[in-house]
């Protein structure tokens, strides 16, 4: 634990800018590899990107329409050129073409690769061919890299190991900590010295190197302390292993990322991986929380499911406005940060009952989530006098997050009913004789206004 608590405190520092502001400010979009994986052709993009605009995606924010991995056609690239191969099976008009009809909608589209000979599913990736792949991905009009961490060559192994806690042999972590240390890098280990590092630094350095700006989001599954110097990088890299649509996975990815928040910034966003909200079994509740804990942690919104199937509730979870403007936030790039643990002390790795009380400032107030982790409905109070950027003896308006209830002004704090995995999440403003981080009362000319990027 001792070393996840160093890591909470640890300075923030802001990130790699990139041209244009791109990577400013998290990513939001869709992407193909939650609902279909292999399964994929332009068909289901150019549904994605319709529905994005149709149901009034677009108009919150969500811009990149991304294809992961099997795209291409497997085991060579192109024999004069060196280029990878778009399956045109798949693709008819090739990347190319796919680009230019998702740019005349108004989005921005993204491809996959990994840091490795071949990509998780067994196709052509770019380690060694970092310039070409590069330049063809400018060429054909990409706007966003996911670049993975897949089939690693031998000469580009790292010396030692990260202990993490995706460790395939979960018995070997525990609390924070490595319990058998063979292999594992020394304590204070500086990880930017790494061949990883390096891995993910030449395809960085190839990408600044186009005429054209490319979001670039690592995808190293958080080995290697990647928050440690991602922002060198990339504009965003994965902090966790992989997602899956069930609970016992979301809240152990919620734990684990939550040690990371002061390592973020502008152009610098830690990756819990894509939403799963809309796949799954996991219920509104489960659901709600997924996405509240995205949202003010700052991370890259990309949602993963069959848009066109999306219930209104989970539309409306995806949507929320206030969550969305939290993450987008132009003036204040600090995500929310846990500042009481609940059901454990502060700063207690646990992979079941994480830390369950949030709060952030932001330019429009503060916002206060209470997740509650157990499994029965249970009171949750959010005092006042506990949040980092209120004060005790302040009254505040309050806002319900979810029903867009107007809770009126309070004094000491809000006491919530929260249902089991769900999470309460309030916005607090001044208005009332309190003051808040920013000063922003609720009469301020309330109104979001938000589209792409700004207020």
């Known amino acids: 634990m001792a070393a996840y608590l160093l890591l909470a405190l640890a300075p923030t520092a802001l990130g790699l800018e990139a041209p244009g502001g791109i990577g400013r400010l ?11 994986h292999c399964d994929i052709d332009e068909s289901k ?14 108009d919150l924010g969500y811009q990149y329409v991304n294809i992961d991995d099997c795209w291409q056609i497997k085991d060579r690239r192109d024999n004069v050129t060196g280029k990878l191969i778009p399956d045109t099976s ?9 680009a230019n009809t998702v740019h005349d909608m108004g989005l921005k589209i993204g491809i996959y690769s990994s840091a490795g000979t071949l990509t998780c599913a067994g196709y052509e990736a770019s380690i060694d061919h970092e310039e070409i792949d590069a330049a063809t991905f400018a060429e054909w009009g990409i706007d966003f890299l996911k670049y993975d961490n897949c089939n690693i060559p031998s000469n580009w192994t790292d010396e030692c190991s990260a202990c993490t806690p995706d460790n395939s042999d979960s018995s070997l972590y525990v609390n924070g900590t490595c319990k058998d240390t063979t292999g594992q890098c020394p304590q204070g280990y500086d990880y930017s010295k790494s061949l990883t590092f390096e891995r993910y630094k030449k395809m960085g350095d190839a990408l600044a190197k186009q005429n054209r700006t490319i ?38 990815i919620i734990n684990e990322n939550s040690f990371y928040n002061n390592y973020a910034d502008f152009y610098a966003h830690n990756d819990p991986d894509m939403l799963e909200v809309g796949n799954g079994n996991l219920t509104e509740a489960e659901s709600r929380t997924h996405f509240a804990i995205w949202a003010i942690e700052k991370a890259p919104l990309i949602m993963g499911t ?18 969305i403007a939290f993450n987008q936030d132009p003036v204040v790039s600090s995500p929310a940060q846990p500042y009481k643990g ?31 982790t157990l499994g029965s409905t ?15 003896n302040g009254r505040y308006r309050v806002r319900d997050v979810w029903t867009e209830r107007d809770l009126g002004c309070v004094s000491g704090g809000v ?7 769900d999470t309460a999440v309030l916005l607090v403003t001044g208005g009332c004789g309190g003051q808040i981080g920013h000063g922003w009362g609720w009469g301020h000319g309330w109104g979001w206004g938000w589209k792409h990027g700004g207020w």
Request: one cysteine or more; proline letters at 3%.
């Open 306 to 323: 069959d848009l066109t199937n999306l219930s209104q509730t989970n539309i409306d979870i995806l949507q929320n406005k206030h969550l």
């Open 45 to 58: 993009f150019l549904t994605a990107a319709k529905a994005m605009v149709s149901m009034g995606f677009y």
């Open 342 to 372: 609940g059901v454990n002390p502060l700063w207690t790795f646990n992979a079941t009952n994480p830390a369950e009380y949030w709060s952030g400032e932001s330019s429009k107030g503060t916002i206060v989530a209470m997740m509650n």
């Open 415 to 421: 006491s919530r009913e929260v249902e089991s995995h």
């Open 215 to 252: 979001l670039y989001n690592l995808c190293e599954w958080g080995t290697a302390e990647v928050w440690t110097w991602g922002a060198q990088v990339a504009q965003a890299w994965r902090s966790t292993g992989d997602i899956s649509p069930d609970w016992s996975r979301i809240i152990q």
């Open 26 to 36: 998290p990513a939001m979009g869709w992407n193909s590899w939650n609902a279909y």
């Open 378 to 392: 249970r009171t949750m109070r959010a005092n006042w006098a506990e949040v980092p950027s209120l004060k005790g």
């Open 90 to 98: 798949k693709f008819s008009d090739g990347i190319s073409g796919l």
